[in-house]
């Protein structure tokens, strides 16, 4: 801020924006790659409350929301980052007014089409798609088989997620799959351990987040990834959404960077 006769003056964006970028440089260059977390899952808080302030419809925050995807995952490629998981809409968004909910389904699909027609990452659906409407479903499926061979980021877009849902969704494919294979039950108490269980999540074969980031001050997981958050860290930010910057990203990682990770108490 400046100062003119005891008053506060803003900086002109131009001369904030400038700063903005000196310092994530800064912060970028002081980064130890070796210690940038491999898998990072993010809850895209605050779209509504964003563009309320900013006197916009909620469907244009969901928009500002959707092209911030873009600049993150951008971010995540420059730091060696491996695994993101977006969380984009959760099993209690569903229950959202219609009015609410199709344009925000809308959106969600452009995102993917886009995420899968970039030609970078690889695109990969957690949650339950079953409760989705069928246009959402095929543009998950198709993203997911279109992005297979691409070598880049790992992208698990999680839509129709919810952290209960997902480990019921995986307790019912143990038991199917070895009702199939015809174990009985008392054969199947004796294995059921964390490593079979792990194997049914929708993110099966992947490591579990190192880090998780929320934005919007909201200091809570509200479901997001229960089970494999277990021994995450969390970096609570308070901008919403979309005003997301590469600063406060890297602010995250710093912060990580800097915790002593002891997996347990």
Wanted: proline fraction near 4%; charge should be negative; include cysteine.
């Amino acid at each position: 801020m400046l100062r003119s006769s005891g008053k506060r003056i803003p900086y002109p964006p131009a001369l904030r924006n400038f700063v903005y970028r000196l310092y994530a440089r800064r912060v970028e260059g002081r980064l130890d790659h070796a210690q940038v977390p491999k898998h990072i899952g993010v809850i895209l808080d605050g779209n509504r409350r964003w563009a309320r302030a900013d006197g916009l419809s909620t469907e244009q925050g969901h928009q500002a929301g959707a092209a911030k995807i873009d600049e993150l995952l951008g971010w995540c490629d420059e730091t060696d980052v491996e695994v993101v998981t977006l969380w984009l809409l959760s099993t209690d968004n569903l229950d959202r007014p219609e009015a609410e909910l199709t344009p925000l389904l809308g959106i969600i699909e452009n995102t993917v089409r886009n995420l899968a027609a970039d030609g970078r990452w690889r695109v990969h659906h957690v949650g339950n798609r079953d409760l989705l409407p069928e246009a959402t479903q095929r543009v998950l499926k198709e993203a997911e088989q279109a992005t297979l061979d691409n070598t880049g980021v790992l992208v698990n877009v999680a839509v129709g997620y919810g952290g209960r849902q997902e480990i019921a969704d995986a307790v019912r494919s143990l038991l199917l799959d070895h009702a199939e294979r015809g174990t009985s039950f008392e054969e199947l108490a004796e294995i059921v351990d964390i490593d079979l269980i792990s194997e049914h999540l929708y993110t099966r074969g992947q490591p579990d987040p190192d880090l998780v980031i929320r934005t919007s001050g909201e200091q809570r997981l509200s479901g997001f990834m229960l089970w494999q958050s277990a021994h995450s860290e969390y970096y609570f930010c308070e901008v919403f959404w979309p005003a997301f910057r590469k600063v406060d990203f890297l602010r995250a990682l710093r912060d990580y960077a800097a915790r002593h990770r002891r997996y347990g108490f």
